[in-house]
């Protein structure tokens, strides 16, 4: 059901998270907007602006390293601006008190890190894109590193130790999902017995068929969302309300 005001929808999000004894987060884009972290699928968003490069063109042409790394470096000051906002706080307050054990994010900016979440409990299923690694051995780098070398070099640079490319360590288009990720993020859900979708559409799959297992196999599930998703329908309390002053109450709870 769709709640019919901000604060009955709270009320009843309250009532729920007392009821349920592991709750698992899972969070989209909308929590980050708070924070300066543009929404890159949005109607003008940076996705509509700049295209993105798919993997196997990462790979394969070097200019599209170039310009992966030159649009990144682009995006560092809004990155390293970010604070986490009342949502990541919010849900860090829940983390602390025991209520949730990890949260499953297809965010990539590091904010429910920074909130005070472990990080082997930060399941992201499209990476981070606060740091580098190499796509062959996998060996991470600092981002100053790799822009240190782009100046250097005027190019991107490969790994100093296998000569493969070195890529945010974010999931691209054509990329696999990390399986490590999705088989946490699967078992987990298996045992919530409240699943919280926040700030995602739920447009983007696998990742949207996660509410609908926990649905099936008997957990709660709350969708907090500006805009409809496809799964309101199912269910238990929708909140169509900005996520920050959804959340905002539950901070230091
Ligand atoms: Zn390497």
């Known amino acids: 059901m769709i709640a019919k005001d901000l604060s009955s929808g709270v009320e009843q999000l309250g009532n729920l998270i007392a ?7 899972f969070t989209g884009a909308g929590i980050s907007t708070e924070c300066g972290i543009p929404d890159f699928r949005s109607p003008g968003g940076v996705w509509t602006r700049n295209r993105p ?3 196997d063109e990462f790979v394969s042409n070097p200019d599209a390293r170039d310009e992966a790394w030159r649009r990144r ?3 560092e000051p809004t990155f390293a601006a970010a604070k986490p906002g009342r ?8 983390y602390r008190a025991g ?6 994010t297809q965010n990539i900016d590091n904010l429910h890190q ?4 472990k990080p082997d409990d930060v399941i992201e299923l499209h990476g981070n894109t606060t740091y580098a690694r190499c796509i062959g051995c996998g060996k991470a780098y600092d981002l100053a590193w790799v822009k240190q070398r782009f100046d250097v070099t005027g190019g991107a640079p490969d790994c100093s130790d296998c000569e493969d490319p070195v890529k945010t360590a974010t999931v691209s288009f054509g990329q696999a999902m990390p399986e490590d ?7 987990l859900v298996q045992r919530c017995d409240l699943f919280l979708v926040i700030g995602s559409s739920l447009v983007v799959w696998p ?15 709350v969708i907090i969302n500006n805009e409809p998703t496809e799964q309101d329908d199912v269910a238990d309390l929708v909140i169509r309300h900005d996520i920050g002053e959804t959340l905002g109450p539950f901070v230091g709870n």
């Open 19 to 25: 009821e349920a004894s592991s709750i698992i987060p």
């Open 53 to 55: 490069i798919p993997f």
């Open 73 to 75: 470096f682009a995006m």
């Open 87 to 94: 949502g990541h706080r919010a849900l860090a307050s829940l």
């Open 99 to 104: 209520k949730v054990p990890a949260i499953v």
């Open 114 to 117: 920074m909130s005070g979440f």
């Open 181 to 187: 990720a999705m088989r946490r993020a699967t078992e």
């Open 207 to 221: 990742a949207a068929g996660f509410p609908l297992m926990a649905k099936n196999l008997g957990a709660r599930l």
